[in-house]
């Protein structure tokens, strides 16, 4: 049916903040187009955004780039493009796709793998986390360049998810931590976390006040391993703290895309990242 043909697709949807992207953002939103360039493009961004620079760059590559626009109150900071992210309403915008891969314009794409991350049927990929000390999160998904399947995301925020099925080993994870006892409170502050997401995803992902990408992260992969990849896996999907190890573990191979390559190892990027070839 038609329903099917549109629910099987996917789209990259570009976060676009400001009417005059700087060298690396272009070059980003460049490298989107040459190697995404086959799937549908959206750029998102606020109502007052002037887009030319943006259409000017798809007409250039060839590419089709279809706007999608949000209030500007959400673009005003990161706390608000959290809220954003957080919204029932951003993902009904985009309830005629199945997989939205989000692409902020400080990430970078090395080849088009979309087709096979969709088909591993997670709710939600991304990098492995490590905290500022260098310390792995034992679950993976940051945000930056961010697999998501709309109507999984729609079912946790509208808190319609199946919650019978929790993965009870999640709930006792450990964290990093200085000492043991902060390891201790974070155990007992994460249960009681993983508590309220079991009564309620909705208001789960409504009262926490991490990033989202660290909220979603957490309640997928509550409801089970097949909703997230452990990060292993995620590193095979994209790195953003802590590349040269990450490299290790793909034994060599890059990953499908990498997130903020300018803050974290940028000497590490800069033999893989030829900024110049697409300028």
């Known amino acids: 049916s038609v329903y099917q043909v549109i629910m099987n697709s996917h789209a990259i949807a570009i976060i676009a ?5 700087d060298n690396d953002e272009l070059a980003s939103l460049r490298q989107c187009f040459v190697t995404l360039g086959n799937h ?7 109502e007052s ?4 620079v943006y259409m000017l760059e798809a007409a250039r590559s060839g590419v089709q780039l279809s706007l999608v626009r949000f209030s500007d109150h959400w673009f005003r900071s990161v706390s608000t493009y959290n809220k954003l992210m957080l919204s029932v309403d951003f993902y009904e915008r985009f309830s005629a796709y199945e997989y939205l891969l989000v692409y902020q314009l400080d990430a970078w794409v090395f080849s088009d793998e979309l087709d096979n ?5 997670y709710s939600y990929i991304g990098a ?21 399947k709309v109507p999984d995301f729609l079912a946790l925020l509208r808190g319609s998810a199946n919650t019978r099925d929790c993965d009870h080993d999640f709930l006792a994870i450990r964290l990093p931590a200085k000492t043991d006892l902060r390891a201790q409170l974070k155990r007992i502050l994460h249960r009681c976390e993983m508590c309220l997401c079991r ?8 009262l926490m006040w ?3 990408d660290f909220i979603f992260a957490k309640a997928f992969s509550l409801l089970g391993k097949k909703h997230v990849p452990l990060p292993r896996e995620a590193a095979q999907f994209a790195f953003e703290r802590r590349p040269e190890l990450l490299l290790t573990w793909t034994e ?12 974290y190892g940028q000497n590490f990027w800069n033999q893989w990242i030829k900024r110049s070839h697409v300028l």
């Open 210 to 212: 991490e990033h989202e």
């Open 199 to 206: 009564l309620s995803t909705k208001w789960y992902c409504r």
């Open 17 to 21: 903040y400001r009417p005059d992207p």
């Open 117 to 121: 991350w969709c088909a591993r049927g």
């Open 128 to 148: 492995p986390f490590f905290n500022d000390r260098g310390e792995l999160f034992p679950f993976a998904g940051n945000g930056g360049f961010s697999l998501r």
């Open 49 to 52: 955004l002037q887009e030319d």
């Open 252 to 263: 060599g191979k890059l990953p499908f895309g990498c997130h903020a390559y300018k803050k």
């Open 40 to 46: 549908p493009l959206l750029l998102i961004c606020p």
